[in-house]
Nanobody, 125 residues
Framework: QVQLAESGGGLVQAGGSLRLSCAAS????????MGWFRQSPGAERELVAA????????YYADSVKGRFTISKDSAKNTVYLQMNSLKPEDTAVYYC??????????????????WGKGTLVTVSS
């Protein structure tokens, strides 16, 4: 059974940093793409960062480019999202996701194969 377990969310002041972790288990993720989505109240879910398991390809939404970095540790089967220079508008529930295809083709989240339960990030002004 595939499980994606996020951790690392919390409350941080604007300008601060957080690192989210996503521990993946239940299968080998070679060939998968992994992504971090977020959803704030009243908004649609959006893809903010993605990485192909090989690590060769990464994607960032324009709103987070230069501030967020996605990475992975294959030995630990873990994907990270380093978030720097956080802004109040980054406040959202962040979800880890995995897909057998290129997850960037599913930026709204529809049809993604696997989801974590989410972790809340709150950025205070």
């Amino acid at each position: 059974q595939v499980q994606l377990a996020e951790s690392g969310g919390g409350l941080v002041q604007a300008g601060g940093s957080l690192r989210l972790s996503c521990a993946a288990s239940g299968r080998t993720f070679s060939g998968y793409s992994m992504g971090w989505f977020r959803q704030s109240p009243g908004a649609e879910r959006e893809l903010v960062a993605a990485i192909v398991w090989s690590g060769v390809i990464t994607y960032y939404a324009d709103s987070v480019k230069g501030r967020f970095t996605i990475s992975k540790d294959s030995a630990k089967n873990t994907v990270y999202l380093q978030m720097n220079s956080l802004k109040p508008e980054d406040t959202a529930v962040y979800y880890c996701a995995a897909d057998r295809s290129l997850i960037t083709t599913k930026r709204g989240g529809s049809g993604v194969d696997y989801w974590g339960k989410g972790t809340l990030v709150t950025v205070s002004s």
